[in-house]
């Protein structure tokens, strides 16, 4: 169990609808990033943040956004989708504000999205 | 940008078998670290490298930092059923961002 909690585990919906994932970072974790990972494809990095601030952005789509709130939870909200968005999407968090030392990020088991 | 490029992208291989794969990178690295993602699960730290020339292991897993600083090698010894999974190697670029390689996909024929 690495503390880091995502929710809902499976999701399933049409084309068009909007979803909001959520994740509950570790204790103590300031930074949250978000990863897209499509069938059998590596890693895609979305966006981190660190205290509530975006801190980087990567290969996000414009039809997606981000938050962290005041409790650090976070949430990656995804609209107009398409079959395309059909993926895992991960959550993970770690205490710096940086991918420092041991660079260590700690992942949850991840948000299976489909799209119908 | 930085990119990492990990092989082989799939291994069948026997248990008992060594296993080795590598990452390069035409950039260099201050910071190798090994993932693996077990079906179902995201992925899990395995080893982390900080120097040049540096060899740390953990448990039947060894891994190495290239002197050039440009290459990572993780090498698994006798493998066994619970060592299939998907392994990445990561390491941060200049903006302290992780670069992932896209994976080495491990299967261990029946």
């Known amino acids: 169990d690495s503390g880091v909690t995502q929710t809902p585990k499976h999701l399933i919906t049409a084309t068009g609808q909007r979803v909001t994932l959520r994740c509950s970072p570790r204790?103590?974790?300031?930074?949250v990033y978000w990863y897209q990972q499509s069938l059998d494809q590596g890693l895609q990095f979305l966006i981190q943040?660190?205290?509530?601030?975006?801190?980087a952005k990567g290969n996000i789509l414009e039809r997606f956004s981000a938050q962290q709130f005041p409790d650090l939870h976070s949430e990656l909200n995804l609209s107009s989708l398409e079959l395309g968005d059909s993926a895992l999407y991960f959550c993970?968090?770690?205490?710096?504000?940086?991918?420092?030392?041991?660079?260590?990020?700690?992942f949850g088991e991840g948000s299976r999205l489909t799209v119908l | 940008g930085q990119q990492l490029n990990q092989s082989p992208q799939s291994m069948f291989i026997q248990e008992g078998e060594d296993v080795s794969m590598n990452c390069t990178s035409s950039s260099i690295f201050n910071t190798w670290l090994w993932y693996k993602q077990e079906p179902g699960e995201g992925p899990v730290l395995l080893i982390a490298l900080y120097k040049a020339g540096e060899l740390t292991s953990n448990g039947r897993l060894t891994a190495q930092f290239g002197i050039t600083r440009k290459d990572s090698f993780l090498n698994i010894s006798a493998s066994i059923p619970s060592d299939v999974g998907i392994y990445f190697c990561?390491?941060?670029?200049?903006?302290?961002?992780?670069?992932w390689g896209a994976g080495t996909k491990l299967i261990i024929k029946p």
């Open positions: 943040y660190y205290n509530g601030e975006e801190r």
């Open positions: 204790s103590g974790d300031l930074s």
């Open positions: 993970a968090s770690s205490v710096a504000y940086r991918t420092s030392g041991t660079g260590e990020l700690f």
């Open positions: 990561a390491g941060p670029d200049s903006n302290y961002q992780l670069i």
